[in-house]
């Protein structure tokens, strides 16, 4: 199960590595005027509102990626109720290891599988800490959360600024499971995580342009017992919400729906779907269609050995 397209408001797209580099700078002229407090929410609001601009390189964006979070993440410490930077820092670690350090582990599982054992084990990690990140910033608004999620009595409704960081957490957590398979404690989670899930659902369903409705079809097609052909109706609900413009939303089909299904040709036509995806100047999917685009060619690559 890996995590669905970001949604609109949180995908990973760092912003130019100049206007990061200015925010320590920034830090130091205020301390001159303004208490210490301040500055870091300064500095927190500004880091919650990176990645808003089009990126169409991935690895340029993966180069600046990790200066961006290893400073999101600093100043998170300090600011730990800062529920928009712990969606960012949440949202950035999860995405980084799906579209950087899974997929190339995916890549080379053929050619290098220690390599690729190595990279995955690092990938577990990376989601482990965004899970962490969003988890911790929601127990913080929610205090009994974590244990209210392993059991079965109904949950408060989940307000509109808690639901990317529930999304992220739940996304997170999909992604560690699924790399988790030799560890039953982890894996013994995935109600807990689905449950998150679902929450984040029952508050908004169309949040994340399908990203949540990608979501909660993966995690339908990978829970035991789970039905089909409710899988199918959320992925399909995902590309409804898409419009076309959301390269991931055929290939979380693809890889949920069809493939397990051994439907091929399903399987080929949804990938093609998400090459063809164009993104208009300017969008704020530009970034996560290349990584995806990039999926679905290797994906399509390796059909013959899929099926």
């Given amino acids: 199960m890996a995590p669905c397209l970001a949604p609109r408001s949180a995908r990973l797209r760092p912003a130019s590595l100049a206007r990061a580099l200015l925010l320590p700078l920034l830090a130091l002229s205020l301390c001159a005027c303004a208490p210490r407090q301040l500055v870091l929410n300064e500095m927190a609001d500004s880091l919650a509102g990176q990645g808003q601009s089009a990126e169409d390189d991935p690895e340029l964006a993966r180069d ?31 995405q980084y290891a799906y579209a950087f350090v899974a997929f190339e582990a995916d890549r080379l599982e053929t050619t ?19 899970r962490d990140h969003a988890l911790s910033a929601l127990e913080t608004s929610r205090p009994g959360l974590r244990r209210q999620l392993d059991g079965q009595t109904p949950l408060p409704p989940l307000p509109p600024q808690q639901r990317p960081l529930a999304y992220w957490a739940a996304a997170a957590w999909g992604g560690l499971i699924s790399l988790s398979k030799d560890d039953p404690d982890t894996v013994a989670d995935l109600p807990a995580a689905i449950r998150l899930a679902r929450l984040a659902w029952d508050s908004d369903p169309t949040y994340g342009d399908g990203a949540l409705a990608s ?93």
């Avoid at 290098?112 to 989601?127: E, G, I, M, P, V």
């Fill in 64 to 94: 600046a990626a990790a200066f961006y979070l290893k400073l999101s993440e600093s100043v998170l410490r300090e600011q730990p109720g800062h529920l928009p930077l712990a969606g960012a820092v949440a949202g950035g670690f999860t």
């Fill in 112 to 130: 290098d599988a220690r390599a690729a054992a190595r990279l995955r084990s690092r990938a577990a990690n990376l989601y482990r800490r965004g």
């Fill in 215 to 307: 979501l909660m079809g993966s995690f339908e097609a990978a829970r035991p017992g789970g039905s089909r052909a409710q899988a199918e109706a959320y992925f399909d609900e995902a590309l409804r919400l898409g419009a076309g413009h959301n390269a991931g939303a055929f290939v979380a089909k693809a890889e949920g729906h069809a493939q397990p299904a051994g439907d091929k040709a399903a399987f080929l036509a949804l990938l093609h779907q998400a090459l063809a995806v164009r993104d208009t100047p300017g969008s704020p999917l530009t970034l996560s269609n290349a990584v995806m685009r990039r999926r679905a060619e290797w994906l399509i690559s390796t059909a013959d050995d899929l099926f």
